[in-house]
């Protein structure tokens, strides 16, 4: 966790809201990946991103390699967005695969 | 689209038993992976494959081998099952390092 730090740890959202998410990284990020995975334990891939941005629904990701930060923007929050969100990158110089942060935890109230 | 299977969904084993995971995927993806997610942390790579037969270890590949006996498949031994041990061992695959899909996972005890 100590390579991909994810803040804030955890999240308490009311319903309608908007928060962001973010992660730093200190090994030279190529790629990110946010997931989310629900209580089930079941991980959805929510983006893959190249240095810029996507948006997808009422979520929106950023990805800056030059200053190594992610973030994750959650707009109009939902019950079903809660879950625990992980960020994770892919750096040529570091582990193949991708390297994950610890997660922000997300909990949306009524 | 396509489907990443697990299984089995739970194993249950004793200490010192080797234990075997599988997982299958259709999305005809190269690359494979296994990962381990202990309670409220992160996943950490064990063993990944990009093409059949290919083998290649991740960060916590000791305790572990893994076998990939086709394009489709990809296996992970728990070599010596450690007592108390709990976690999820969770499967995804990807073209080359691209965008990662995941199975459910194998929630493993050992006794």
């Known amino acids: 966790g100590d390579k991909v730090k994810q803040s804030p740890s955890a999240l308490s959202l009311q319903e309608g809201t908007n928060s962001a998410l973010r992660c730093n990284f200190s090994i030279a990020a190529t790629t990110v990946q946010w997931f989310l995975q629900n209580p089930r334990g079941s991980l959805m891939n929510l983006f893959y991103?190249?240095?810029g941005t996507k948006e997808n629904g009422r979520l929106k990701s950023a990805f800056d390699s030059k200053e190594s930060y992610s973030t994750l923007h959650i707009r109009d929050a939902q019950l079903e967005d809660s879950g625990t969100y992980f960020c994770a990158a892919e750096a040529d110089n570091y582990a193949q695969g991708l390297t994950f942060g610890l997660g922000t935890r997300v909990s949306v109230f009524p | 689209g396509g489907i990443i299977t697990q299984t089995p969904k739970f194993l249950i084993g004793q200490e010192g038993q080797k234990l075997t995971l599988k997982c299958q995927q259709n999305?005809?993806?190269?690359?494979m992976y296994w990962y381990r997610q202990d309670s409220g942390k992160g996943l950490r790579l064990i063993y990944y494959?990009?093409?059949?037969?290919?083998?290649q270890k991740g960060d916590l590949s000791e305790g572990y081998d893994a076998s990939r006996e086709k394009k489709s498949s990809f296996s992970l031994t728990v070599t010596s099952a450690q007592k108390n041990e709990m976690a999820v061992f969770l499967c995804?695959?990807?073209?080359?390092?691209?965008?990662?899909?995941f199975g459910h996972g194998t929630k493993l005890s050992v006794l």
């Open positions: 999305f005809n993806h190269d690359t």
């Open positions: 995804a695959s990807s073209i080359s390092n691209e965008r990662l899909f």
């Open positions: 991103l190249v240095p």
């Open positions: 494959s990009i093409t059949e037969n290919d083998l």
